[in-house]
């Protein structure tokens, strides 16, 4: 500043205030960052992640790659530059998070019940997370999910400190309900012959794996049975 004094003019550098900076964490790559002087100023420097100061006025608007960042500002006066340069530090993130839903997954079935939930997020500025369940709005992620047997969705999303989004669904199958075996042939009863032919049907929407036991011992579900006389058991567990 410039005072008038008895004994003469005082110089001195100004002083620099900071009058609209970036957030900590910001999304975009493009930031402004507004000044002023305290003081009479003839000019301001701006350095930028311990650069050379160069020429700049307010606004000062430049590109950031994604990381930290650290931009200094000075006014320069007849007396030369603030001594105490005023720092803006933040840090960039224009990258979204990574969302992995581990269960439920896509064209997964499922029969627990409750259906437990696990996911990650990975970001280097973490946030906030969402869940949704069948198309219902986005709320608090539960830990399990209880619902009927059919079909189903769910869906995570994710906001990192920059505000970057992210969402991951999965569609999948809940079938809550045992299938229903029905076992023709053998039945309970006393059978002549070697072989036995083997017939049986499964009530079930959702088909999966079909085994057979012959005396507790690993058989085929669809040949005949060669058997010798006596009792025996066949199993068919699906």
């Known amino acids: 500043a410039v005072t008038d004094s008895p004994l003469g003019i005082i110089c001195e550098p100004p002083n620099t205030q900071i009058d609209s900076a970036p957030g900590a964490v910001v999304g975009d790559a493009q930031q402004s960052i507004e000044f002023s002087p305290i003081g009479y ?31 200094q500002v000075r006014a320069v006066g007849y007396a030369g530059p603030d001594p105490t340069p005023e720092r803006v530090e933040f840090v960039v993130d224009t990258t979204a998070p990574l969302v992995i839903l581990d269960a439920p997954t896509t064209g997964g079935y499922y029969s627990g019940d409750p259906l ?12 906030t997370n969402e869940c949704s369940v069948d198309g219902a709005s986005f709320g608090p ?42 076992l023709h042939n053998p039945q309970a009863q006393i059978y002549g012959g070697f072989s036995l032919y083997v017939s049986w049907d499964v009530m079930e929407p959702n088909l999966g794996a079909t085994e057979c ?26």
Do not use: M
């Open 141 to 182: 992620c539960p830990e399990t999910i209880d619902l009927p047997d059919g079909e189903h969705t769910f869906c995570v999303r994710s906001t990192d400190a920059a505000g970057n989004q992210a969402e991951e669904c999965a569609t999948y199958y809940f079938d809550g309900t045992p299938p229903t075996v029905i």
């Open 41 to 71: 100023a003839e000019s301001f420097e701006c350095s930028i992640d311990g650069g050379a100061w160069t020429s700049c006025d307010s606004p000062f608007v430049q590109d950031y790659t994604d990381g930290p960042h650290v931009v």
């Open 116 to 127: 437990d939930v696990e996911f990650q997020v990975i970001d280097a500025n973490p946030g």
């Open 213 to 238: 036991t012959l005396d507790g011992v690993s058989a085929s579900c669809s040949d005949a049975l060669d058997l010798n006389d006596g009792s025996h058991t066949f199993t068919v567990t699906h």
